[in-house]
DNA sequence: GTAAAACTTGACACCCGTGTAAGGGTCAAG
DNA sequence: CTTGACCCTTACACGGGTGTCAAGTTTTAC
């Protein structure tokens, strides 16, 4: 499949593409022109990236980390090391986020509750810890 | 309370501080000489507004969001509307961090089966540390 | 063989919260 | 008054993934 078929059947635009190529997370055959090709895994492997970028992880640490998901044979106590504390990492982000989220619950609830009435009784203050 | 106080009490630094003021998320009375100076309730509202960011909404939804949590009277449809739609997203951002958690869990938990240890399935463990 | 669609590389721009430096003013303690 | 800590505004830079334009090449279809 070329660029733009990978492009449609992931959602990454053509430009993200040859950037993920850029920086090592994606390799591609070329055509005797110069033209990109790629097999059927590279669907996935791009969902994955795109998956471990929201994430928040870096495309240099997705460097490190992709490949040992195809090849057991690289993994070190480094790259374990660096897994788990990406891990931590991202544990924290959703420990965060859901604070974040009964703030905002907290809002739309009042919304739903007294539609357009005043209460009395304040949201943001009372939800905020 | 002072600008650096007020950076002390919440972990922001003075320039975000000032940032926030400047998108109108923050208010600040003026001394003879221009400081800036916060009333205590300036702590909590800085941390509202760190973790709404954190959150990944913008400075402009904030604007938006921000007063209502203090002010019922200005509450709108069309901000309940947003308020929902800003919680939807932060939910989906939730649910793909699991997923991605998940991901790294994976990789993760083989290290510590086998941690270090070669099982006979790998060709070229040596090769590489 | 020709046109259109798709692809190539390269470069520049954006977002947007934050860091940082320059050059100067304020304020409280000595 | 002086000193040193703190604060002021202005302005430029960054990260990092993505959008987009430009100018040229390849592939596909007719």
Redesign the pocket.
């Known amino acids: ?7 449609a059947a992931t959602g ?10 850029d ?1 090592g997370l994606l390799s ?1 055959a ?8 790629y097999p059927e895994t590279a669907v996935e492997r791009v969902r994955l ?2 998956s471990l ?2 994430a928040g ?6 460097q490190d980390v992709l490949p040992c998901i195809n090849n057991e044979a690289i993994r070190t106590p480094w790259l374990a090391a660096r897994l788990d504390s990406e891990l931590e990492r991202v544990e924290a982000q959703i420990e965060d986020l859901r604070r974040t989220r009964e703030i905002l619950a907290g809002l739309v609830e009042q919304y739903r509750v007294e539609p357009g009435v005043t209460t009395g009784n304040e949201v943001g203050a009372a939800k905020l810890s």
């Open positions: 499949m070329r660029i733009g078929d990978l492009s990454a635009s053509p430009r993200s593409l040859r950037y993920y190529e920086q591609s070329r055509s005797t022109g110069g033209q990109r090709h990236i795109q970028l929201s992880l870096n495309s240099a640490t997705i």
